[in-house]
DNA sequence: TTCTTATTGATACCATGTATCAATTAGATA
DNA sequence: TATCTAATTGATACATGGTATCAATAAGAA
C-alpha cells in the first residue's frame, strides 16, 4: 500500500542512464520488486523470476539487487526476517512500517524523521548525515480482523 | 561515551535471575561489551575473549552473545559494519549515533523518538510496537578534528 | 564432597552470498 | 541487416558467518 506509485518504466530508465544494459532479467527482476507489497529477499525474487523464465541464474540475481540497491532504487530492510529484504526507495528518507502480522509494507509521511533529526543535530552537536528507521506492529487491516 | 554507564554486576545478576548459570566465559563476554566503546561483532568479542582466555571456544561466543540479546543485555545495530554489531541497551528506547569516522557510539535524548512513534500511530492508524533507528554522520569530535 | 545438568569446545555442518570463467546477448557501428 | 565488442549471464566452486552435535567439563544445589 505505497502512498506513491511506482513506475519500472523509470527503473529501465535509470539503469539505462547509469550505463547498464537493460537486459531481460533485470526487466524481469524490475517488475517483481516494483510491484511487491512485502519486502523480498534476493532468494525470494529468484523464485519468483524462475516462475516466468526458468533458466535464472542464482548469481544473476544478486548481482542485480545489489545493482538496484547501488542505484538506490531499492532498499534494505532491517530487522524484518533478518536484514536481507528490500523494498522500493519510494520517498528519499523513508519512515518505513511494516506489519508483522500481513507483512505489508507502509510508508508512512517522513517529515517527523526530518524534525526528529534537525532535533537532535541541535541537541548532541553531531552532524547527522544517515539514518535508518524501522517501525514495526499491526496495521489498520490486521488491528480490525483481530 | 553512553550517558549512563553500565554495571556488569546487573548484567551477571539478571543472568542469575533467568536462571542461568555465571560462568568464566560468560563473566568475560559481559566485561567485554559492557566496556566496550564501539558496536562488537561476536567474532570480534570471540579475539577479545581469547586475549584473556585463550582456550575460548567460538561457538560459546555466539552462544552468549545470543543469550544476552535475549536478555535484552545488548542489542543489534544495523548498518554499521554490516547488522551484526551490539551494544549495550542503555535506554529501553534507543536513538543510537553512531559516528562513521571513529566508529564511537553515541545514546541520545529519546524524547523525539517517543514523540514520533505517537504521532505516527495517531496518523496513520497502525498500532506501533516496536522500532528501529539508527543515526550517522560526524561526531563532536571528528568535526573539530576533520 | 557428591551429583545433576547447564555449559563448554571441537568439529562438522548449513545458508547466504561472492568470485571465476566460458558462453551469451544488448546494442553500437558499419 | 549483419557484424562486432564488451556487459551480462549461468554454472560452478568457493568464502563467510553462523548453527547443530556430542562428549567432556564445571556451576552450584544437596
Redesign the pocket.
Known amino acids: 500500500m505505497p502512498s506513491k506509485t511506482i513506475n519500472p518504466e523509470d527503473w529501465l530508465a535509470a539503469?539505462?542512464e547509469s550505463?547498464?544494459?537493460?537486459?531481460?532479467?533485470?526487466e524481469i527482476?524490475i517488475d517483481i520488486f516494483a510491484h511487491s507489497e512485502y519486502p523480498l529477499?534476493?532468494?525470494q525474487a529468484w523464485d519468483m523470476?524462475r516462475q516466468s523464465?526458468p533458466?535464472?541464474?542464482?548469481?544473476?540475481?544478486?548481482?542485480?539487487?545489489?545493482?538496484l540497491e547501488n542505484l538506490g532504487l531499492i532498499r534494505r530492510v532491517h530487522g524484518y526476517q533478518?536484514?536481507?529484504h528490500f523494498v522500493p526507495t519510494l520517498p528519499e528518507l523513508m519512515m518505513l512500517f511494516i506489519c508483522l502480522t500481513c507483512g505489508r509494507t507502509d510508508y508512512l509521511d517522513s517529515q517527523p524523521l526530518e524534525n526528529l533529526i534537525q532535533h537532535s543535530e541541535d541537541a548532541s552537536g553531531h552532524h547527522i548525515t544517515e539514518s535508518r528507521l524501522q517501525l514495526f506492529g499491526a496495521c489498520v487491516d490486521c488491528q480490525q480482523n483481530a
Open positions: 539503469l539505462d550505463g547498464f544494459r537493460v537486459t531481460t532479467v533485470q527482476l529477499s534476493a532468494e523470476a523464465r533458466k535464472t541464474g542464482r548469481a544473476t540475481v544478486y548481482r542485480t539487487v545489489e545493482k533478518g536484514c536481507s
